[in-house]
Each structure stands twice: as C-alpha cells, then as structure tokens.
C-alpha cells in the first residue's frame, strides 16, 4: 500500500517561494507517476505538476509553467515541488498523488490517480 506525506506548506508573501516536500513508501516506484495537485476553498482539485518516477520527465499546468519545478529524489523516495514567484490566487491546499503506469505529457485530472497524501497547506499574502 502507497503511503504519501506531505510537508512543506506554510504562509508567505508574494512573490517569495516554499518547496514542498511528499515523502513515498509502502512499495518500489519504478513504474509510477507521481504528481502535485492543489485545491482552493470552493474550487475542485487541479492538477499542478507530474514527474515519471523512472525517467523524470515532467509536465506542468499552464498556471504554473516557469515558476513551479516539479522533482524527484530516488534515493530518498522523495518528490519535491519547487514554488517560486508565488501569487495569492497559488493559495491552496497542494496534494501528492501516485500511480502506476506510463507517462503521458498532458494534464492529468484527480481520477488518474489511486494515492493520495493528506494535503499540506499554502497561503500567499498580497
């Protein structure tokens, strides 16, 4: 069973950045997507960034192409998403997600994935 946690949110001013950390365990990933979503009060999850554990090709959201990085540590079964130039509309909470299978470069929607961290939480101040 995949197990996701979470862990870098907080609160911080425009303009600054945060690096959020989801830390994996419970199986090996060498055939496995692993991405951030976020969501915003009232609004649905959506997607942010998604990495292919074996090969590292990533794909960004539009929203956030260019100040965003999405990353893997193998060693340290851990996925990091890089947060630079943040803006009070990246206020959300941001979510680690798993699945096997191949990497597509595209946006994937919440259903494409069967784990699910606890969510971790992001405020940007104007």
């Known amino acids: 069973q995949v197990q996701l946690v979470e862990s870098g949110g907080g609160l911080v001013q425009a303009g600054g950045s945060l690096r959020l950390s989801c830390a994996a365990s419970?199986?090996?990933?060498?055939?496995?997507?692993m991405a951030w979503f976020r969501q915003a009060p009232g609004k649905e999850r959506e997607f942010v960034a998604a990495?292919?554990?074996?090969?590292?090709?990533?794909h960004d959201a539009d929203s956030v192409k260019g100040r965003f990085t999405i990353s893997r540590d193998k060693a340290k079964n851990t996925v990091y998403l890089q947060m630079n130039s943040l803006k009070p509309e990246d206020t959300a909470v941001y979510y680690c997600?798993?699945?096997?299978?191949?990497?597509?470069?595209?946006?994937?929607?919440?259903?494409?994935?069967?784990?699910w961290g606890q969510g971790t939480r992001v405020t940007v101040s104007s």
């Open positions: 419970g199986r090996t990933f060498g055939s496995y997507i």
């Open positions: 997600a798993a699945e096997a299978g191949g990497f597509y470069y595209r946006n994937y929607a919440p259903r494409d994935f069967g784990s």
């Open positions: 990495i292919s554990w074996s090969g590292g090709s990533t």
